[in-house]
């Protein structure tokens, strides 16, 4: 399925390059890199503080296809052609059965105040949201449904956040109701977390 995947994408978005990068190793590292551009995936810890940890126990293949500043061109821009900026999540990483869309809000300091993490938090709603709902209009322009590949369940919004936004179910109202309206956007649920474990 991955492989087919893969096709699937080398054939819808061939306007700008981008990195598919295969890697194995039980641990992995997906990381934004500001000064390049773009995001990188290693086996390497180096910038673990920073990084998406992917566990991966049984060494299968997972892959990392860089979407800002690869699949899209980093900045903000109408990518759809219709006059609106959107924007876009910074990569995804998938195996067989899961896909991953992951946006990175790493670089937000510890003592920051909470309203400025959620600012953070709901634009990474909002990056994913747009690049998922265009995602699936890319496939069905291409006679292909993205279901086809993955169903909602396995597909997984990924906020990596070092310093998470303090969201509590009762008083926050205003921010249950974006994460609701996300929901019913997109029929996923998001998750701000700092590691996958692909089973």
């Known amino acids: 399925m991955r492989n087919n995947f893969c096709s699937k994408i080398q054939t819808i978005y061939t306007s700008n390059p981008y990195t598919i990068e295969r890697l194995f190793d039980s641990s992995l590292y997906a990381y934004d890199c500001k000064s390049s551009k773009r995001t990188f ?18 060494n299968n293949e997972i892959i990392h ?7 899209i061109k980093y900045g903000l821009e109408d990518y759809v052609g219709d006059g609106i900026t959107r924007g876009r999540c910074d990569c995804m990483i998938f195996d067989d059965n899961k896909l991953l869309l992951v946006e990175f809000k790493m670089d ?85 977390i700092c590691e996958y474990e692909f089973l």
């Not at 510890?110 to 890319?138: E, G």
């Open 65 to 71: 296809i860089c979407i800002d500043g690869g699949i």
């Open 41 to 58: 995936f290693t086996a390497s810890d180096t910038n673990k503080d920073k990084s998406l940890i992917i566990i991966n126990k049984r």
């Open 108 to 192: 937000v300091e510890p003592l920051t105040r909470d309203k400025t993490l959620w600012k953070n938090y709901s634009h990474a709603m909002k990056q994913i949201k747009d690049f998922f709902i265009y995602l699936k209009a890319s496939f069905l322009q291409k006679g292909n449904e993205l279901h086809k590949f993955y169903s909602d369940d396995n597909i997984i919004p990924i906020i990596c956040m070092k310093y998470n936004p303090n969201v509590h179910h009762r008083r926050n109202v205003q921010r249950n109701n974006e994460k609701e309206k996300f929901r019913q956007e997109t029929q996923l649920k998001i998750q701000t």
